[in-house]
Each structure stands twice: as structure tokens, then as C-alpha cells.
């Protein structure tokens, strides 16, 4: 059988990457999905990761680092929408999706049609609508990683979905 | 499910499916921008706090006539979307006498949270996770007596990481199967059920035999049996005495079960290869015939995997270590070979494969293995080395979108049969 193992813990960069590697992609969609912009998504993704290992020594739950980055992404979205908002002196959600060349071959009418809708949805209603139904999460998760309490995910989620097939419904 | 909930679930996916390459973490980046000013005067926050406390304590006031409900104890929560485990349990040898301790481990850190050693007398045998990877079901054994039938004591492992000492032990009502040669053991994803597969452990050699157990209550929940001995894989069957070796997987929400099964032609049999195969087994339909009541759902003809292969919780893929060989330039003692260690994920309803990914070492020995992977199988654990009793012991890592990350290396994880998470 094997011997002892050393018990000395690797750096935080080590732990950090391996998240990373594990997470970041499925992170990008998430946030991708609610900025319409592949790079700015990135961006958000880094910086929470970049968090993470900076606050690695002080977080209040290390045991659940992965839920830290995923709070971070979607604060990190929550303010990269604020501030293209105010940069652009209008509503944001009326923006055309910057969809890359891969997104706009590979999806179908029906997707975009339901994508274009989301983007349409207040920030906190895509947000209840992509953690329940993109990332599968329970009502009780997703109110974790929003912040806020079930009742509010709950109402946002419902709100969302009527929002979204009202939409689809008045397209021709 | 509506038709807006399936819509929305679909499109998302697809779109997110459209990002296939993100650049690589930066850890030298500046930090991001602090945050901007305030946008309220000082005075609101206190007010707004004042406001809250008093709208607390109407609260409290009023709810306090509410009645209590009966305490639940909390079951276990899957790690969200098959996030990768981050605790896991494992046997660890405590000394020459093959008296194994029980392991608590953090993967990404390498750190042993606590080792538990068994009762006086006894040895850890067996132990298996739930979904959530803080809840455990061991097993103990009398020590020294391997190759003679053993009564089994059943644990509970609850682990508290960062709390004193970390885990909560509890011995459970199950039964001491003093009858039989425990071949696999498997807790189901929501801590609450058991599955065995069994060997009787003197007569009747031939039967196997798969049973259900409630984990809190020890009640036998269902019994399926056969007569025929490739289930189990039967050459590799556990002797008594023995830690189990038949990997069982529950897939599916707990409503199947996986295991293998391993047809090995007779000895001078010419022109025939064995048959390595995967069955699923509905467990909750009625029925009570192993093999009759299980489905086919992987085989490989040959060697097939390496080692026994793993199905992912959604049932829908197997992933199979797979090892080539290629002799290198030399004579006698120095001839080298070239070793191509392979991890393929087998898709069940495409019936295709794909490699997940791919290592060449140049020695003469090597192990290989998978020992987790996500519900869709596009992210797993996986370990090699280039001998067993050498350290560092392995290349333990993660696999993630055809990339390896190394992970901090545990010795005892190249040991059949491998860590529970």
C-alpha cells in the first residue's frame, strides 16, 4: 500500500488553475449569455477567477470556491451591464446581441429567437432564468448565487418565462 | 415542463455551445477596477439598518406563536451540476498488517483533513460516496482473517471540513452479510440507499447476487439474483476477507444501476475472445432476475478496458483506460517501450467513441485509471503511474475539454478500488 503523502498544501495558483480549467468555459457561456459579448465575458471570468486567488487566504467558505467564482461572474455581469449602460446613455437590452460568426452559423431561427428574447428580460430575470434552466440549478441554489431569497427567484424565473413566450408569441 | 421552459432550456444551450475556446487564465493581471463612488449619501445606510432592525423585530413578534415542524435530518445535495468533488474518502494502509485507516482528503489541496482509524481489532474494507461529497458509508472487518468469510460493521461518515475534528461516525443497522464475499459497494447519489453486489462466501459459488438496502433503516428494499457467473466480472472476483472490487454506479437520479459483467471463454478455447460488458439494471421495476431484468448497455470484445470501466450518472457514457504498446530500439534488459495511455469515452446511445485524452510515457510500467467523471463525461479525474510502489506515485489530474491539469498526488488512489467521492 502507499506511504504518507506530504502534507504541505500547493499554492493557491495551483488550486485556482485547476478551477479554471474545470470551470471557466461553462463560466464564459454564462456570462456570455448574459452580456451578448464574448470578450467582455472573458474579462468578467478572469477577473472573478483573479478574485479568487487573491482572496484565497480570507474567503468565508473555502470549501466552496466554485460558488464564490459564480457569485463574482454574475456580480461582474451585473456591473459590466450597468456600465454600458451608462456609457451609452440608453437601455442596454435594446442593443443588438453581438453574436460571434460561429453563433450566428451554428444557431438555429427558433434559438435566436428565444436568445433574442432573454437578452430582452430585466438583468435580474435572466439571470433566475439562465441559473434554473441553462445551469440546471434548484430554486434554493440559484438564490445562493444570486444573493437574494427562493420567493425572489422564484417570481423572477416565472416572470421571465411568461415574458419569453409572450415574446415568441407575437413574432411573426 | 412547458414548451417555454424547454425552449429556453434548449437555446441556451446551443448558444452557450457556440463558445468553444476561451484564452487561458491570467494571474498577472492587474486587479479589476475598485468600485465606483457612492451613489447615496452617507446617512442612508445607517437609516436603512434602523429600518431593518425594527421590521426584524415585528417579524419575530409575529412568527413567534408559530409552532416548530419535526426536525429532518438533511440529505445530502449533489454537487451543483456534477461539479467536480472537491472531499474524498479512501482506504489507507496503517501498517504492515494490512490494516487500513480511513482517509479524509481536499483534492485540490492535497490536504489530509482527518484519518480515521477503524475499532480495535478491525479494519476498514470498503467505502463508498454520495453525490454530495461529504457524505460516506464504510465498512469495517475483523483484521488479519483475509481469505475467510468476515462479519462486516457498518459506518456512516459525515464529514464538517474545518470544523473539530471534521467528520461524525455512526454505526448503521445494516446487516453483518457473514454469509457472503462482498464483490462491489455503492451509495446511491442521495446518500440513502446501498447497493451490494455478493458472492456467497463457502456454497453455492455460482450465484451472484445484487441487493438494496435503506442506509438509515437497514431494510432490505429488493434482491436480484443469478446463476450466471460472468456477472460481476468473474474474473476478478473478491476473495474473502477482501476489499470489494466490482465498481457498481448508480446513474440515472438512483433509478438504475450500472455493473459489469465479463464473459471469459474456457481455457483452451481457440479463436474466441472474452466479452467485457456493462449492464444496466432498472431498479425500480419489479423483477428479480439479474441478468434477465439488465440490459447491455457498453461491451468491448478482447481486452477491452484496462481497467473496469466507469459510467458517468447520466448513464449515457462509459469511459474506458486504454494502454497500447510500441517496443522501442534495444536488446534484452534495455529494450524500452513506448506507452500510449488513453482515456476514450464511449457514448451509449451514439455508440461512438472519442478520446478524452491522451499521455506517451517511455518505461516499462504502467498504471492507469478513471476514478471520477461528470455526468456527461466531458470532465474526469484520472491517474497513471509509472510503477506502483515508486514516488512520486502518479499523475493524478483532471481532464477538462481535452486538457490536464495536475492535481496534488495521493498515494493511496492507485489502489483498487480507488477513492469514494
Redesign the interface.
Known amino acids: 500500500m502507499g506511504t504518507a503523502n506530504t502534507e504541505l498544501p500547493p499554492p493557491a495558483t495551483h488550486v485556482v488553475t485547476a478551477l479554471y480549467a474545470v470551470h471557466a468555459l461553462g463560466l464564459v457561456r454564462l456570462a456570455v449569455m448574459m452580456l451578448g459579448d464574448q470578450a467582455a465575458a472573458e474579462d468578467v471570468v478572469q477577473d472573478a477567477f483573479l478574485g479568487l486567488y487573491r482572496r484565497w487566504d480570507s474567503l468565508p467558505d473555502a470549501s466552496h470556491p466554485l460558488a464564490y467564482v459564480r457569485a463574482s461572474v454574475l456580480n461582474g455581469c451585473r456591473s459590466a451591464l450597468r456600465t454600458r449602460s451608462r456609457h451609452r446613455r440608453g437601455p442596454v437590452l435594446s442593443q443588438p446581441p453581438a453574436e460571434s460568426a460561429e453563433a450566428r452559423a451554428l444557431l438555429s431561427e427558433e434559438h435566436r429567437s428565444v436568445v433574442t428574447a432573454i437578452r430582452g428580460l430585466p438583468a435580474r430575470q435572466r439571470e433566475a432564468l439562465l441559473l434554473r434552466y441553462y445551469l440546471d440549478m434548484s430554486e434554493d441554489e440559484a438564490a445562493r448565487a444570486m444573493g437574494v431569497s427562493r420567493g425572489t427567484v422564484k417570481s423572477a424565473t416565472s416572470r421571465a418565462l411568461a415574458a419569453v413566450g409572450r415574446i415568441l408569441k407575437e413574432e411573426p | 415542463m412547458?414548451?417555454?421552459?424547454d425552449?429556453?432550456?434548449?437555446?441556451?444551450?446551443?448558444?452557450?455551445?457556440?463558445?468553444?475556446e476561451?484564452?487561458p487564465?491570467?494571474?498577472t493581471?492587474p486587479?479589476?477596477r475598485t468600485r465606483p463612488p457612492r451613489r447615496f449619501p452617507a446617512w442612508v445606510a445607517p437609516v436603512t439598518a434602523a429600518a431593518a432592525v425594527i421590521a426584524l423585530a415585528i417579524s419575530l413578534v409575529l412568527v413567534r406563536h408559530i409552532p416548530n415542524g419535526p426536525v429532518v435530518p438533511p440529505k445530502p445535495q449533489a454537487t451543483?451540476?456534477g461539479?467536480?468533488p472537491?472531499?474524498y474518502a479512501d482506504l489507507?494502509?496503517a501498517d504492515k498488517n494490512?490494516w487500513?485507516d480511513l482517509v479524509i482528503g481536499?483534492l485540490?489541496?492535497?490536504?489530509?483533513l482527518a484519518i480515521i482509524a477503524p475499532p480495535a481489532g478491525s479494519t476498514f474494507a470498503n467505502v463508498t460516496g454520495a453525490a454530495d461529497d461529504r457524505t460516506f458509508v464504510a465498512d469495517t472487518m475483523p483484521a488479519r482473517h483475509p481469505g475467510k468469510p468476515s462479519a462486516v460493521t457498518w459506518y456512516l461518515v459525515r464529514i464538517t471540513?474545518?470544523a473539530v475534528p471534521g467528520y461524525r461516525m455512526t454505526r448503521l443497522p445494516l446487516p453483518d452479510m457473514r454469509s457472503w464475499t462482498i464483490q462491489g459497494v455503492a451509495l446511491s447519489a442521495s446518500g440513502d440507499k446501498l447497493a451490494l453486489a455478493l458472492a456467497p462466501a463457502q456454497s453455492d459459488l455460482s450465484l451472484r447476487v445484487l441487493q438494496i438496502y435503506s442506509v438509515t433503516t437497514g431494510t432490505l428494499l429488493h434482491t436480484w439474483s443469478t446463476t450466471d457467473t460472468d456477472a460481476f466480472a468473474s474474473q476478478f472476483l473478491t476473495q474473502p476477507g477482501t476489499p470489494a472490487t466490482t465498481p457498481l454506479y448508480w446513474v440515472d437520479d438512483d433509478s438504475a444501476l450500472a455493473f459489469p459483467a465479463q464473459h471469459v471463454p474456457p481455457s483452451g478455447t481457440v479463436g474466441k475472445a472474452g466479452r467485457q460488458t456493462e449492464r444496466l439494471l432498472d431498479v425500480t421495476a419489479p423483477g428479480g432476475n439479474l441478468i434477465a431484468d439488465s440490459r447491455v448497455i457498453w461491451s468491448a470484445t478482447g481486452d477491452g478496458c484496462v481497467q473496469a470501466p466507469l459510467v458517468t450518472s447520466d448513464g449515457k457514457t462509459v469511459v474506458c483506460p486504454d494502454v497500447s504498446f510500441v517496443t522501442l530500439n534495444g536488446t534484452g534488459n534495455n529494450t524500452h517501450e513506448r506507452i500510449t495511455l488513453r482515456w476514450l469515452a464511449y457514448s451509449v446511445p451514439a455508440a461512438t467513441a472519442r478520446t478524452l485524452y491522451q499521455a506517451t510515457v517511455e518505461t516499462k510500467v504502467a498504471s492507469i485509471a478513471v476514478l471520477w467523471a461528470s455526468p456527461s463525461g466531458d470532465?474526469v479525474i484520472v491517474d497513471w503511474g509509472v510503477a506502483r510502489n515508486t514516488?512520486p506515485?502518479g499523475n493524478l489530474g483532471?481532464v477538462?475539454?481535452g486538457?490536464f491539469?495536475?492535481?496534488?498526488?495521493?498515494?493511496?488512489f492507485?489502489?483498487v478500488p480507488g477513492p469514494a467521492w
Open positions: 412547458t414548451t417555454t421552459e425552449a429556453v432550456r434548449a437555446a441556451t444551450r446551443a448558444y452557450g455551445e457556440t463558445v468553444t476561451i484564452r487564465l491570467d494571474l493581471r486587479a479589476p451543483a451540476g461539479a467536480v472537491r472531499y489507507v494502509a494490512a487500513s481536499d485540490f489541496t492535497g490536504a489530509r471540513p474545518g470532465t514516488e506515485p483532471l477538462s475539454h486538457k491539469t495536475p492535481l496534488p498526488s495521493v498515494p493511496s492507485l489502489f
